[in-house]
């Protein structure tokens, strides 16, 4: 289904003009040998040009559309492309230093353009294969062309052809000599029922590599591959390709599509250690600019407002025109991706309807919806903040468990119960620090609203404080808010407050730390006076006329989850009570 659907976009966007044609995929070059009309080398120039790399401007390769790299090439198997290459195969100088592999290696790439070429007859070609003819690879260092950038080739780089100022993979004849090549079946494959296309074709034994993935390897990871008895089919041992067979077209139109979608770094998120890439059938980027814009505050394509008003529209309506008109019933696919050695895991493959996962992603930001504090700016939690929030703020590795996180996203993505694992460790780092912040009280909200088996009521998953709940958790989470206050207002300035040093245990065994605090709140209630007292002692009495039951032994983790939301409404309320004019000392 993956393939199926990367393929369908390769369709989509070649259609559009917007990808690499069949055989065809961009390349790093640095260097062009010009050619004179006999295949001289006339000299060997930079193509390098200057790019923006954060606040600076430097020189690296230019990207062009070349024919695809050879297939099964590696450090020891000798494999040269087609029009380009390095500078061992073109030139046969070795960048180690090995001049005999350095000779193999410009023997093969010869050999290879004499068969593919015999047959054009155009300016270009003939000078090509003339090029082949008179060249000397051993002799390749001292060559005067080769001399002044001998330094640079050393280091490393691509080189391509160039004729009388026009670049020679733009020629027609080899253009086609190419396109020939790369579309026949080769002597010697062979030919199967592709499990994508479902047509009869050439099977691609070895897939193209893919590259952007976080974590993966520099020169790409295998979607498919099979390299080990275990992983192989009956009859297919050592068959590679033929253990799921896939045609050369679905191979590289799927891996080209892919790695077209993850070159594009505006629309790829991370998560962990997986790397997200989405798209909507019909290829139109308005679709990924809004998904991405919703799980990453800091894309600038449209600001929350716009977001919210254009999922609104979208939602409430057929079609809505934002830069090109969108349809919610387009569908819409999320693919996660983790590299694991030279291969690559699927975290998650989701598909469903545009409108259908912008419902399930606008129906998470309104559970996570939850009073905030003055310091903290309007919006929504997007989720990078949200998985920072389960991550210890003094740990060097800042990222969030990566099953977890990759289990988030589904959940979101899906409208599924969030993985248990998200309050767990929300509640770890509660306890940790002994803070319930913004984000860790939306977390709670949040999961506790979707994931009903934890039983707790809805009267206490609210926005703001419900003062007329007696749900015994959550009113043991604002008691001792309350007690908190009544310490602060007493003692200004103490160094270690009661929530210090009996948070955790008020929160996890509150029969055995409700006595005490409450015996403590007395002293600190003889120091205040007039408005402040008379306030705190209602307010006790209030909450403490709440509880018809004996203090539980231990609370439940998600109990302890209802204490904390309790605890922040309570404490948010004070400070509302404070910023709307109201008594300075509460």
């Known amino acids: 289904m993956i393939l199926q659907a990367l393929v369908r976009h390769y369709k989509d966007l070649e259609a559009k003009g ?3 044609p069949l055989g065809w995929a961009p390349s790093d070059i640095s260097f062009a040998i010009c050619l004179g009309d006999n295949g001289q080398v006339e000299q060997i120039i930079s193509i390098k040009t200057m790019q923006t790399s954060g606040k600076k401007s430097v020189l690296r390769p230019q990207r062009i559309l070349l024919p695809l790299v050879a297939e099964g090439r590696t450090s020891t198997a000798v494999r040269p492309n087609f029009i380009w290459d390095n500078a061992g195969y073109l030139l046969g100088l070795n960048t180690k230093g090995d001049t005999a592999r350095g000779i193999n290696c410009f023997l093969a790439c010869k050999s290879f353009h004499n068969t593919l070429l015999s047959g054009c007859s155009s300016p270009a070609a003939k000078a090509l294969l003339a090029f082949f003819e008179r ?47 790369y579309a026949s079946a080769k002597a010697g494959e062979e030919e199967m029922v592709c499990l994508v296309t479902g047509e009869r074709q050439a099977v691609a034994r070895i897939h193209p590599k893919i590259k952007g993935v976080l974590g993966g390897e520099a020169m790409g990871n295998s979607l498919v591959c099979f390299n080990d008895v275990a992983d192989e089919s009956y009859g297919c041992f050592k068959s590679q390709g033929r253990n799921a067979p896939t045609s050369k077209y679905a191979a590289f139109a799927y891996t080209t599509a892919l790695n077209h979608l993850l070159a594009d770094r505006e629309h790829v998120l991370s998560v962990g250690d997986t790397t997200v890439v989405c798209w909507a059938e019909g290829g139109q980027s308005a679709y990924q600019d809004i998904f991405a814009g919703f799980f990453d505050d800091r894309i600038p394509r449209y600001t929350e407002r716009e977001l919210r008003e254009k999922v609104k529209a979208l939602l409430s309506v057929s079609q809505v025109n934002i830069d090109s008109e969108l ?8 693919l996660g991706l983790a590299p694991n050695a030279a291969r690559l895991s699927v975290r998650f493959f989701l598909q469903s309807t545009f409108g259908q996962m912008l419902a399930n992603v606008q129906a998470h930001y309104d559970r996570l919806e939850i009073v905030k504090p003055a310091n903290v700016a309007n919006g929504a939690l997007p989720l990078w903040r949200l998985l920072g929030e389960t991550v210890n703020p ?30 767990e460790q929300t509640m770890l780092r509660i306890r940790a620090e002994q803070n319930v912040t913004y984000g860790r009280a939306a977390i709670l909200k949040a999961v506790f609203l979707k994931n009903r088996e934890f039983n707790v009521p809805e009267e206490v998953l609210q926005v703001e404080l419900n003062d007329q709940s007696n749900h015994l958790p959550y009113v043991l989470g604002r008691l001792f808010a309350v007690l908190e206050r009544v310490q602060s207002a007493a003692n200004p300035g103490l160094n270690a407050t009661i929530k210090d040093k009996y948070f955790n245990s008020a929160c996890a065994t509150p029969a055995t730390i409700f006595p005490l605090l409450t015996k403590l709140s007395q002293s600190h209630l003889r120091k205040l006076e007039g408005g402040r007292k008379t306030y705190f002692e209602k307010l006790i009495g209030e909450l403490e006329g709440r509880i018809h039951e004996t203090l539980p032994v231990r609370l439940s983790l998600a109990d302890q989850g209802t204490f904390h939301l309790g605890y922040y409404h309570q404490v948010q309320k004070f400070y509302e009570k404070k910023d709307k004019g109201g008594n300075e000392n509460v």
């Open 394 to 423: 003094n740990s060097r590795d800042k990222k969030a468990s990566p099953p977890m996180a990759g289990a988030v996203v589904r959940a979101i993505l899906s409208g599924g119960p969030y993985p248990v694992s998200l309050l």
């Open 135 to 181: 060249w000397e690879p051993e002799k390749a260092a001292g060559h005067p062309a080769v001399v002044p950038i001998f330094d640079q080739l050393m280091k490393g780089g691509n080189l391509v052809f160039r004729y009388h100022g026009a670049y020679l993979h733009k020629d027609d004849q080899i253009k086609s000599a190419w396109n020939s090549y």
């Open 327 to 334: 349809d919610p019933g387009r569908p819409f696919y999320i």
């Open 18 to 20: 917007e990808i690499a």
